[in-house]
């Protein structure tokens, strides 16, 4: 039996392969290459010694998406798939709603085809929005701020129908906080294209000289010293969560959602001093406008996922930064190297 991973090329989707894999799972990978390359399952094949089977399919084509599940013993499915950057989500929703939540709605349609029920769903912190308070623990009211969030929200919804309607489905909705950081060996890690929307990828390429310096959106913020205040997460972490989810699911059924964060919040300052101290290079920057639309401060409350799932986040910033710096500079070019 195997695990299908949906995305599974693509940042925290190849992390995760590489942990299900080390843990013995047998992987099957279905991603359109959209936003990343074959070249990280090969990396994936060359860290663990292990093959995987790939598939360059379309999550919107039902027949090749059914293809897969005929060809392979499916026994859970890890969904990741899907569109990310929330400023293109605000430009062209249509392009996110669709890809998103039809792409969800194939998958789930082929998966009751096959009699398979069980599901891990990347969902995201963007279905919280503005938080009332913080940390954010899962039962507060949600309401994202922008398309790509309502794309979570709608699918953490779509799939709670799906186990009323059925309750032999299992489904975990995995809330990710700011996965950052890459594998240890330095051989997967993140590939944003073109200039980096996320703070650390842009720190990364500051550091390496690709950038010239870092706009700090924002100092007049209500934190400790102005800036933004997040939850950075070691993807690796991140991948863990999902081992302990699919155990989750592959003995229970129901549908939880749970927040995958440390439970503590860095400004973006303490980010770039936290990443001169563990790597010894200084970030040059500068304060600029706050960029629309970001919230003061956003960290979780991890509490239901250390209670039900047995999982905790046990990297620290240092090895984040550290890992985040080795993948930048043995990998100039990302994947295309
Ligand atoms: P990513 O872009 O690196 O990976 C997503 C993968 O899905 C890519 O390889 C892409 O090619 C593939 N894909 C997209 N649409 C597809 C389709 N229609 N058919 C087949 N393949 C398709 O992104 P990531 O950072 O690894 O994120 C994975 C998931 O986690 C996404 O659903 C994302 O929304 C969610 N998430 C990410 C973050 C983050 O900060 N990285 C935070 C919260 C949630
Ligand atoms: N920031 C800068 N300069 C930059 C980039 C970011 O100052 O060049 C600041 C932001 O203003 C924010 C912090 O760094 O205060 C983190 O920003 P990111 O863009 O790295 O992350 P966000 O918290 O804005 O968003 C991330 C994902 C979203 C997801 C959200 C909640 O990109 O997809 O976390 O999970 F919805």
């Given at each position: 039996m195997s695990i299908l991973v949906t995305g599974g090329a693509g940042y925290i989707g190849s992390h995760t392969c590489l942990e299900l894999l080390n843990a013995g799972y047998k992987v099957v990978v279905v991603d359109n290459l959209n936003n990343s390359k074959v070249e990280s399952l090969s990396r994936i094949k060359e860290i663990t010694g292990k093959e995987l089977s790939f598939y360059k399919v379309e999550l919107l084509d039902k027949n090749e998406v059914e293809r897969v599940f005929a060809e392979n013993k499916i026994e859970a499915v890890v969904h990741f798939a899907g569109l990310k950057a929330v400023g293109e989500s605000v430009r062209i929703p249509l392009y996110y709603y669709y890809n998103n939540i039809a792409g969800t709605l194939i998958l789930c349609e082929i998966m009751n085809k096959f009699g398979i029920h069980k599901m891990v769903f990347s969902s995201s912190a963007a279905v919280y929005g503005e938080p009332q308070s913080v940390p954010i623990s899962e039962n507060v009211p949600l309401g994202p701020a922008n398309p790509y969030g309502r794309t979570k929200l709608m699918i953490e919804e779509i799939l709670q129908d799906l186990y009323i309607s059925s309750p032999n489905w299992s489904i975990a909705l995995l809330r990710y906080f700011n996965p950052i950081g890459a594998h240890p060996s330095g051989k997967i890690g993140e590939d944003p294209s073109g200039i980096p929307n996320n703070l650390m990828p842009y720190i990364t390429q500051v550091a390496a000289g690709k950038l010239k310096e870092l706009h700090i959106f924002g100092n007049d913020y209500p934190t400790s010293d102005g800036t933004g205040v997040r939850d950075y997460i070691h993807?690796?972490?991140?991948?863990?969560?999902?081992?302990?989810?699919?155990?989750?699911?592959?003995?229970?059924?129901?549908?939880?959602?749970?927040?995958?964060?440390?439970?503590?919040?860095?400004?973006?300052?303490?980010?770039?001093?936290?990443?001169?101290?563990?790597?010894?290079?200084?970030?040059?920057?500068?304060?600029?406008?706050?960029?629309?639309?970001?919230?003061?401060?956003?960290?979780?409350?991890?509490?239901?996922?250390?209670?039900?799932?047995?999982?905790?986040?046990?990297?620290?910033?240092?090895?984040?930064?550290?890992?985040?710096?080795?993948?930048?500079?043995?990998?100039?070019?990302?994947?295309?190297?």
């Open positions: 993807v690796v972490d991140i991948a863990k969560g999902h081992l302990k989810a699919v155990e989750k699911i592959l003995t229970q059924t129901g549908v939880g959602a749970y927040n995958l964060g440390t439970g503590k919040g860095y400004s973006v300052l303490e980010m770039v001093n936290a990443f001169d101290r563990a790597t010894g290079e200084k970030i040059p920057y500068k304060m600029v406008a706050p960029r629309p639309g970001d919230v003061a401060s956003c960290y979780a409350d991890p509490t239901k996922a250390i209670e039900e799932l047995d999982w905790i986040a046990e990297k620290g910033m240092e090895e984040m930064c550290l890992d985040a710096w080795r993948w930048q500079k043995n990998n100039p070019n990302g994947n295309g190297d």
